[in-house]
């Protein structure tokens, strides 16, 4: 009943947690949110220390009206101050927060990064495509997979239920 | 005739005769040495006292002749023998004076060489007669006084002295314990001489032995008595030439009949019984005297005074025993003086095979050489071998370092790579990303030439994604192990047939492959990306009009397997067969046939991996063969 009620309720309004620095990847990738047409709402962070703190609370993301708890984070491994390992290592280990949907977004092909990504517990792995058209499909099927059709853990709540 | 011409005939005089003397000592010289002159020949007139074939006389012989063929000295040597012996009385001596006076007369003689007493005492007589002039050197002289030279200023010599006393010494030495000493002599006049000599040594032994003399008897009743000897008992033979009835016998077979009965050892003062079963003693011996005789005679050749040579008065006489007689007696060898000469002497082994045993010696030597040789050979190749092993060790030490740095510097290079090609491909991303949110959002802002730029920036942007594509693919494989397996290249070329299905439909494209294809060794994936780079060019590089037919088939041999790629395409002229699998090789602008230049070169190192090869056959305007060779699946 809950799950068909949460689904009931519009799934546009699942947060998406970007983790990018490169200014131009956020702009093409919110960019091909909108040819999408997907409009849930998207956070953008720009290392892993600062999504570290977003997912945590800390400082001004304390908020959580205004900075609620993703359902879903896309992480690039590549990140200033602490990669995107780093922080799914780190994630993987947090009782609240450890089920998180965490879809790796990054250019690097290389199979140690690739396989170090799912060790750590990765749910999906994409490399970010050149062009801008493969971009949109790319995230229109990201969408529909796991903000449509996936089953969502229930984040924050009581580990067991 | 002008003085100068004088002079000069006087001149040309001079050395006209010198001339001519020259020449004639020249041939006096020459003719001296190629004609050496009879005078240079020396004779020497040997006169014996007794006759050939008897051994004393024989041995002085051997001795004189020793002597006098130890020269260069061409020497003529003349024999004498007296016989006394047999005959010795005035008109022998007579007829024998009258012989040599007649047979000497023309020779003009250099030395004159005696044996024994009667020739001595015959020339003392008769020399400045017969000899006049000529050096006479005697040897074997018993009798001899110094008186006798007295007036003879041209005669010296050996005497022939006795050792009896060193004689009897040494029978009683290896004889100890004996009392009695029985003396065998006859009424010769040798006899006579040796027993006055030996009577003078007797009284040294006077308290030792007591001497019986065996005198003038008959051979019978001498081997009587000494067949009847006790063991306590020695013989002492002088001679028994002539017996008491007057038999004569040989100094060897008087000796050998005595010697036959005697229960005892004899002894003698002379070598003419050795062998002939005396024991031995110390022994006047003919070769010695005749040797030194000889020497004599040499030093009077070679020009030296007679005077000057003294006479020796004390002959070479030596310990002399025959090995039978010891054997016979029991009588130890170890006994004997020093020096000692033994004949009969069963010759050792050694001395018996001294040639075999010094060749085997020398063999043995040899082959120890050879061993030797090849032993400094083995270690020395030994060590060369350690040596080279050290060389291979610390080599296969430095390929192994350099191996492992290579092999970091190929991770680095891995890791750059793909740094580079994640860093290339950000602002790539964002030039084609932007260039295409240009030409979307603001095409209502931009004229034709505006949107024509953004277009190629687009464009640009892809196509350095596909030669960033490329290059990874390349350096992928380039570094890449691989292990071939076997594969199936029916199902090879029907996956990437697949996956250029859209290729295939856009450009209408008519493929045919003859199935089914055979297996190969190889490594799927890389096999399939070679055979997907052969089937994108022959559709690719079509003319505009033409719509591309492709065919696929495969040849076997024993041990490999070539796939044909055949296509109606543009060509390649043969001076470009080669070129094409470079790196970067394009023949055709990028507008035509866009491209990167990497995909052959992939296709030649994917092969290169596999141990395969690539080529081409091709006819400008008419179509390309591509084949691709790989060994072939072993049969199971």
Redesign the interface.
């Known amino acids: 009943m809950k799950r068909r009620n949460t689904k009931g309720i519009g799934l546009e309004r699942y947060l998406i947690l970007l983790v990018e620095d490169d200014p131009n990847d956020i702009i093409l990738i919110k960019r091909a949110f909108e040819k999408a047409n997907i409009t849930n709402p998207l956070q953008v962070v720009e290392n892993g220390e600062e999504a570290i703190s977003y997912l945590t609370g800390k400082g001004s993301y304390g908020d959580r009206v205004k900075y609620p708890l993703p359902m879903l984070l896309l992480l690039d491994l590549k990140l200033p101050r602490k990669s995107g390992h780093e922080v799914l290592e780190w994630l993987r280990r947090q009782p609240i927060l450890k089920r998180l949907t965490v879809v790796v977004l990054t250019s690097s092909q290389k199979s140690s990064d690739i396989n170090r990504a799912y060790d750590l517990g990765a749910s999906s792995y994409l490399v970010k495509p050149v062009t801008f058209d493969a971009l949109v499909e790319m995230v229109k099927g990201l969408s529909f997979y796991w903000i449509i059709l996936n089953e969502k853990p229930i984040i924050g709540g009581e580990p067991n239920e | 005739m002008k003085i100068t011409e004088r002079l000069r005939t006087a001149e040309a005089m001079h050395l006209a005769k010198a001339l001519m003397f020259a020449i004639l000592c020249l041939s006096v010289i020459s003719a001296s040495l190629s004609h050496p002159s009879a005078d240079k020949k020396k004779h020497v007139l040997v006169i014996h006292s007794y006759n050939q074939g008897m051994g004393w006389t024989d041995y002085i012989t051997q001795g004189i002749e020793s002597a006098l063929h130890s020269t260069d000295q061409e020497i003529d040597l003349h024999f004498e023998y007296m016989d006394t012996k047999r005959i010795h009385d005035e008109q022998h001596l007579q007829n024998l004076r009258e012989l040599y006076r007649h047979k000497y007369r023309n020779c003009r003689l250099d030395v004159i060489i005696s044996s024994d007493d009667n020739a001595f005492r015959f020339l003392l007589a008769h020399h400045r007669q017969l000899f006049p002039g000529t050096p006479i050197v005697f040897c074997g002289v018993n009798d001899f006084k110094d008186s006798m030279l007295v007036g003879h200023n041209l005669i010296t010599g050996v005497v022939g002295s006795f050792d009896i006393k060193a004689t009897f010494e040494v029978a009683l030495q290896l004889q100890p314990g004996s009392k009695q000493m029985f003396v065998i002599v006859d009424k010769t006049l040798s006899g006579a001489i040796v027993k006055e000599l030996m009577m003078k040594d007797i009284p040294y032994f006077k308290d030792v032995l007591q001497f019986t003399f065996l005198e003038n008897l008959d051979m019978s009743e001498v081997l009587e008595r000494v067949k009847n000897l006790s063991n306590e008992s020695i013989v002492f033979l002088i001679s028994l030439l002539i017996d008491k009835s007057g038999n004569t016998f040989s100094f060897e077979s008087s000796s050998a009949l005595i010697s036959q009965k005697s229960a005892v050892p004899i002894y003698s003062h002379s070598d003419v019984y050795l062998g002939h079963g005396i024991v031995g003693g110390k022994m006047n011996c003919g070769d010695a005297l005749g040797q030194m005789a000889g020497e004599m005679a040499l030093r009077i050749l070679y020009g030296e005074k007679v005077t000057n040579i003294p006479v020796v008065k004390k002959s070479p006489n030596r310990y002399m025993f025959d090995y039978k007689e010891l054997k016979r007696f029991n009588i130890k060898s170890s006994l004997l003086p020093n020096g000692s000469i033994i004949i009969n002497k069963p010759s050792s082994f050694y001395s018996e095979h001294k040639g075999l045993i010094w060749s085997a010696i020398v063999s043995i030597a040899g082959l120890l050489l050879i061993i030797l040789i090849f032993s400094v050979n083995i270690i020395n190749r030994r060590r060369a071998e350690e040596k080279l092993k050290k060389y291979r060790d610390h080599l296969e030490e430095l390929v192994e370092n350099r191996t492992r740095e290579l092999e970091g510097i190929n991770t680095e290079l891995e890791a750059f790579a793909?740094s580079v090609?994640?860093d290339l491909?950000?602002?790539?991303?964002?030039m084609?990303?932007?260039s295409?949110?240009l030409l979307e959002d603001y095409a209502p802002k931009l004229d034709a030439q505006g949107k024509d730029y953004a277009r190629r920036m687009d464009d640009s942007?892809?196509r350095m994604?596909t030669l960033i594509q490329d290059l990874?693919e390349y350096s992928r494989l380039s570094r890449s192990e691989i292990k071939p397996k076997p594969v199936d290249l029916t199902s090879v070329v029907d996956h990437v047939l697949t996956q250029l299905e859209v290729e295939i439909k856009d450009k209408d494209a008519l493929i045919r492959v003859d199935k089914p294809l055979p297996a190969v060794l190889a490594h799927s994936a890389t096999l399939e990306q070679i055979v997907d780079n052969l089937i994108t060019n022959a559709i690719k590089f079509v003319s505009p009009e033409v719509k591309p037919h492709i065919h696929l088939w495969a040849e076997e041999c024993d041990t490999v397997v070539r796939l044909w790629v055949e296509d109606n395409g543009i060509g390649i002229a043969p001076e470009h067969h080669e070129r094409i699998f470079r790196i970067f090789e394009k023949l055709h602008g990028i507008e035509r046939y866009p491209g990167t230049g990497i995909g052959l070169a992939t296709v030649k190192k994917g092969l290169e991996k596999m141990s395969g090869t690539v080529g081409v056959e091709s006819v400008p305007e008419k179509g390309s063969r591509f084949w691709i060779e790989l060994p072939k699946k072993e049969k199971q």
């Open positions: 793909y090609s994640h491909r950000a602002p790539l991303r964002a084609q990303g932007f295409q949110a942007a892809r994604e990874l």
